[in-house]
């Protein structure tokens, strides 16, 4: 089994509908993120976590929200899904670092979502 | 602020030549640095990770980058291109709290 799981893998759907991803792990890592990539514009940070109650906003948040239900379970929300939003979405996350974040990134396989 | 810069976004070699991305960073700390790459319909794989040990990193698959702090760079390179290695190829550089992504090489290995 994968150790970042993102379900579903593939979603099409029409705008103006809610559509959740979901995000698990089984690495025990505390930090996790939601990031979106776009051909040619590399991965861009969306929502990040570094326990249950600590969520922050990444550069390009703006119709998004997040949940983090456990240390294992990390949600993205769209509540209002619009065309501009069709994108492959990664969850990933990240060991410990202490000050310095030098763990790398683990990321699942991707969820890819069209707006129609 | 941190930052980076792929400076080549497509690249085609042949198989069995060698393989040179490169990557430019701007950070204000000591930073880490990532090669991930990405198959196609797949997630990202780690390559290879800087942390302020040794400069010349080694990798999976034969791959390798060299951390040049005067020149702000850490290209990935690979002596002979295999064809299984045609993938988008993204540098990462690391703070405190984030990881910031350049914006991919497009890697095609003609036979």
């Known amino acids: 089994d994968a150790d970042v799981t993102q379900t579903p893998r593939n979603r099409i759907t029409k705008t103006g509908k809610r559509i959740m991803l979901e995000c698990s792990q089984t690495k025990g890592h505390d930090r996790m993120y939601w990031y979106r990539q776009d051909p040619g514009l590399g991965l861009r940070l969306i929502y990040y976590?570094?326990?249950?109650?600590?969520?922050n906003k990444g550069e390009i948040s703006d119709g998004y929200s997040v949940s983090r239900q456990a240390q294992a379970k990390f949600s993205l929300s769209l509540e209002s899904a619009i065309p501009n939003q069709t994108a492959l979405y990664f969850c990933a996350t990240s060991g410990p670092g202490g000050g310095r974040n030098t763990g790398e990134l683990f990321f699942g396989e991707g969820s890819r979502l069209t707006v129609l | 602020a941190q930052s980076v810069t792929q400076l080549d976004s497509h690249v085609s070699v042949s198989e069995g030549t060698p393989v040179l991305l490169r990557c430019n960073y701007s950070?204000?700390?000591?930073?880490?640095l990532f090669w991930y790459v990405q198959h196609p319909n797949k997630g990202l794989q780690l390559l290879l990770k800087?942390?302020?040990?040794?400069?010349l990193v080694k990798g999976i698959n034969g791959f390798e980058a060299e951390f040049k702090k005067s020149e702000t760079s850490f290209h990935l390179t690979k002596p002979s291109a295999h064809m299984s290695d045609a993938a988008e190829y993204f540098c990462v550089v690391s703070d405190w709290d984030q990881f910031y992504f350049g914006t991919g090489t497009s890697l095609t290995v003609i036979p």
């Open positions: 800087y942390t302020s040990a040794a400069t």
């Open positions: 950070s204000s700390y000591s930073p880490s």
């Open positions: 976590s570094f326990d249950v109650k600590d969520i």
